[in-house]
């Protein structure tokens, strides 16, 4: 499985952007999705999943602003991030788990100004 992920850029405090995570390969073995976001000195840290029917789970830093969803036909994973915030600040990783494994996109970064 390789993930390709996009979407990143500079927002002002307040505006949204979606990144967009493309899968290739076996991705009819992919289970759960999920993105991550890491800052300098920082571990990465899971932000939202979903799982292979559709659970999703939204950590409380972004928990009512961001919004994982993922078209299976075209192999595309999403992050809808709404009224961002200057502590959003971070490069995110889209990931895809296939039994015990861990597929990761290359990262992405986000800046949100004040």
């Known amino acids: 499985v390789q993930l390709q992920a996009s979407g990143g850029g500079m927002v002002q405090a307040g505006g949204s952007l979606r990144l967009s995570c493309s899968a290739s390969?076996?991705?009819?073995?992919?289970?759960?999705v999920a993105w991550y976001r890491q800052t300098p000195g920082n571990k990465r840290e899971i932000i939202v999943s979903?799982?292979?029917?559709?659970?999703?789970v939204a950590n409380e830093p972004v928990k009512g602003r961001f919004f994982i969803s993922k078209d299976d036909a075209n192999k595309v994973a999403y992050l809808q991030m709404n009224n961002l915030k200057p502590e959003d600040t971070a490069v995110y990783y889209c990931?895809?788990?296939?039994?015990?494994?861990?597929?990761w996109g290359q990262g992405t970064l986000v800046t949100v100004s004040s």
């Open positions: 979903m799982s292979r029917t559709g659970s999703k």
């Open positions: 990931n895809a788990q296939v039994g015990r494994q861990h597929y």
């Open positions: 390969g076996s991705t009819e073995s992919i289970g759960a």
